[in-house]
C-alpha cells in the first residue's frame, strides 16, 4: 500500500475533522517553510546592506583622492605656467 492510499484510508477513518487536521498541518508547514525563507532573505538584505556600505565608503573615499589629485595637478600647472609666463617676460 502507498503513502497516499495510507493517507485516503487515515481520512476516511477520520472524516471531515480528519480532513481539516490535515489541511491544518499543511498549512502550518508551508507557512514555517515561508518563515524560513524570508528570514534567510532578510538576513541576506541586512549582509548585502553591510556590503554596501563598505563599497559606498570606499567610494566615497577613492573621490576625495582623485580630487585632491586633481587640485594638485591643477595647482601644479598653474605653477609651471606661471613660471614659464615669468620667464619669458624677462627675455
Known amino acids: 500500500m502507498g503513502i497516499e492510499a495510507e493517507i485516503a484510508t487515515v481520512l476516511a477513518q477520520m472524516g471531515a475533522a480528519g480532513l481539516i487536521g490535515l489541511m491544518w498541518l499543511?498549512?502550518?508547514?508551508?507557512a514555517a517553510e515561508?518563515?524560513?525563507q524570508m528570514t534567510q532573505l532578510h538576513d541576506r538584505i541586512m549582509g548585502d546592506t553591510r556590503e554596501l556600505?563598505?563599497?559606498?565608503?570606499?567610494?566615497e573615499s577613492n573621490t576625495r583622492a582623485m580630487v585632491?589629485?586633481?587640485s594638485g595637478q591643477r595647482r601644479l600647472t598653474d605653477a609651471i605656467e606661471k613660471r614659464e609666463v615669468g620667464g619669458k617676460q624677462s627675455l
Open 53 to 59: 556600505g563598505v563599497l559606498l565608503s570606499a567610494l
Open 68 to 70: 585632491s589629485l586633481e
Open 34 to 36: 515561508r518563515d524560513r
Open 26 to 30: 499543511s498549512e502550518r508547514r508551508a
